[in-house]
């Protein structure tokens, strides 16, 4: 079942096209990559999806709802949780304030604190940053920091996550371990995932299908291997 | 989690004596009495929307002076319990009203508006009154000092309860939410423009009905003192010397105003503005917790 469904998706900033008649779906429980060089139109398309930036044209469907019109806040209660690729954490607040605060607003509607504080824990859990509950955000490493927006954007019980270079920076361990959650994740709680990597082995590694811009156009789109060996893609990549 | 229930009884005890400082009966200490319940009931108010969000209104005088003006205009009409909830009223339509606009601008901007705004609405009331043909305005026969004393001490309660309430509350966690990252609040979420119009009103309310009774209290109403600036200068200078984001912080910051004022107002009024802007320069400078901050570091040695 297509879970997102972005048809003829277009954004113009001034002279500049960022995202030029963009079209695909994400099935349920999948795991969708985002590829392009720096300027492709990447995050600029994570930020139509979640309503932070408002298309000039095309539409935009989550679990069968238009989202047109509808604020970020109000997306997010549908069940669409997003990171930020420049973090964003709420840094004088501790690491658990930070969840708690998202399972009280998020799609989870968790109003009580106990049930709140038991989905953020299990978020926090979920990425690993469990031992740094009692710790204020700003005081974290920036890749903890990027567990954390993962964290948040989980704890308001979303079903699709938007993840935007949340692997950027960390070690190869670290992309790994990350690897290996992102898929337990889709594993345990049937999780969908959108994801910009630049760390193209990752992304390869965890991707059922990929999606590669240029300049704001898509040029190929399917499997990865698929993908790789897609003549548009060597151009663009290789020259 | 240990310290609640100390900070509760604190409070109430607070509170008792307060409420009992009209059985001293001495006009003097009631009057000082009536102003500290005044000031922590402006402060705490202020603080719902400016401390929780930091969203630092420098034009709270707008609505202690619209509320001082509905209520003495009001009183030909209607007993003084209705006067004093219509002045309430009006404080709040007025923050629903100029609020979505004013609340799309951030940091010094909002600032700025909000102290302008207050200005604004100083003038056009002055230019009412002139065509009026009112100067002033007088009021006779008001409730006793002391009933207004405990209208007023009841306002600080409420004001003070809200604050507490707030603080640990799932509303005051998304305006706290607010505070620290807006985008990212909206993203998770929080329906930013709805709760910061919500604590906006919520802070305007009671600052609206402490000006009615402050008129009543003075019986004398002129809109260039009913909207002076320096009541909104004040607010935020004590909210900051107290300390923000506890409840304790407006409590402290007042009672030192207070003592402050007491000594240095009477005998050096025109020091009294240089004072509280040095007070102002050291606190941000080298006390930012403010005294709620150093209290807390010190109970916890």
New interface residues.
């Given amino acids: 079942m297509t879970i997102l469904d972005v048809q003829n998706v277009s954004k113009q900033f001034g002279g500049l096209k960022a995202l030029q008649d963009v079209s695909f779906g994400v099935d349920e429980g999948t795991i969708f990559g985002l590829m392009g060089a720096n300027g492709a139109g990447k995050t600029t398309l994570f930020g139509v999806i979640?309503g932070?930036i408002r298309p000039n044209g095309g539409s935009i469907s989550f679990a069968g709802k238009p989202l047109a019109g509808q604020?970020?806040?109000q997306i997010?209660?549908l069940g669409l949780?997003?990171t930020?690729q420049i973090v964003?954490?709420?840094?004088?607040?501790t690491v658990l304030?930070n969840v708690?605060?998202?399972a009280?607003?998020?799609?989870a509607r968790a109003?009580r604190?106990a049930d709140a504080t038991a989905a953020g824990r299990q978020a926090l859990e979920d990425v690993g940053l469990a031992p740094l509950a009692g710790q204020l955000a700003a005081s974290l490493t920036l890749s903890n920091q990027k567990r954390l927006e993962i964290a948040?954007?989980l704890?308001?019980g979303a079903r699709l996550v938007l993840l935007d270079e949340v692997m950027a920076g960390l070690t190869a361990t670290e992309v790994a371990g990350m690897t290996e959650t992102l898929f337990r994740l889709r594993q345990e709680r049937g999780l969908t995932i959108l994801i910009i990597e630049h760390v193209m082995g990752a992304l390869m590694n965890l991707s059922d299908r990929i999606l590669v811009l240029d300049h704001g156009v898509p040029i190929a789109m399917g499997p990865p291997e698929q993908v790789v060996a897609d003549e548009n893609v060597l151009k663009v990549y290789f020259g | 989690m240990t310290g609640k229930p100390f900070q509760i009884a604190a409070f109430l005890a607070v509170a008792g004596l307060l409420a009992l400082v009209p059985l001293l009966g001495s006009e003097y200490w009631l009057g000082v009495a009536f102003i500290v319940a005044m000031w922590i009931a402006l402060i705490q108010s202020w603080s719902l929307l400016s401390a929780t969000t930091g969203y630092i209104s420098l034009g709270h005088a707008v609505f202690y002076g619209i509320g001082a003006y509905v209520l003495v205009v009001s009183l030909d009409w209607m007993p003084v319990p209705y006067a004093l909830a219509l002045s309430g009223a009006a404080a709040g339509l007025l923050a629903l009203v100029v609020g979505l606009p004013v609340l799309r601008v951030k940091g010094p901007y909002f600032v700025i508006l909000t102290f302008g705004f207050a200005e604004l609405v100083k003038n056009l009331v002055m230019l009412l009154e002139t065509r009026l043909g009112q100067f002033s305005r007088m009021i006779f026969d008001a409730p006793s000092l002391e009933a207004l004393y405990y209208a007023m001490l009841a306002l600080a309660v409420i004001a003070t309860a809200l604050a507490a309430w707030t603080a640990q509350s799932r509303f005051g966690r998304g305006l706290a939410a607010i505070r620290e990252n807006e985008v990212a609040a909206e993203a998770i979420g929080v329906p930013v423009t709805r709760l910061k119009l919500f604590a906006f009103v919520a802070s305007a309310i009671i600052p609206g009905i402490v000006g009615g009774l402050l008129v009543l209290r003075t019986s004398y109403f002129a809109a260039d003192q009913a909207f002076d600036p320096v009541v909104s200068f004040t607010i935020v200078t004590t909210a900051i010397v107290g300390g923000l984001g506890r409840v304790s912080g407006p409590l402290l910051g007042t009672l030192f105003l207070v003592i402050l004022s007491e000594l240095l107002w009477a005998r050096f009024p025109q020091a009294y503005m240089m004072i509280l802007g040095a007070l102002l320069i050291v606190f941000i400078l080298f006390v930012p917790q403010g005294l709620a901050g150093l209290v807390s570091k010190g109970l916890k040695r």
């Fill in positions: 979640a932070q604020r970020p806040d997010c209660r949780g997003r930020f964003r954490p709420f840094g004088n607040l304030d708690i605060v998202s009280m607003y998020g799609s109003h604190l948040r954007a704890a308001t």
